[in-house]
């Protein structure tokens, strides 16, 4: 049994940043490369960076991304 990841971005690039939601919820800044992947997933968080070129991008995976998008602008505001 495979879990999902918590959060999926499309990203344009191979090399993505994280750091969680920011702020003090968040974790250290990370750099992360996709190698020869189309893929990353970020060790703090599990968050899950997706080239967008990539055949792994679904409308499942975009549908999580618009609800985690939501979901980090909501706490933003309310901090």
């Not at 020869?36 to 995976?61: G, I, K, M, T």
């Amino acid at each position: 049994m495979t879990i999902d990841a918590p959060e999926t971005v499309i990203v344009n690039t191979t090399r993505v940043a994280c750091d969680g939601i920011g702020g003090g919820l968040g974790h250290p800044k990370v750099y992360l490369e996709m190698g020869n992947q189309d893929f990353v997933e970020c060790p703090y968080c599990d968050r899950r960076f997706v080239l967008a070129s990539s055949s792994d991008v679904s409308a499942e995976a975009s549908a999580k991304t618009a609800v985690g998008q939501v979901k980090a602008a909501a706490e933003r505001e309310s901090h």
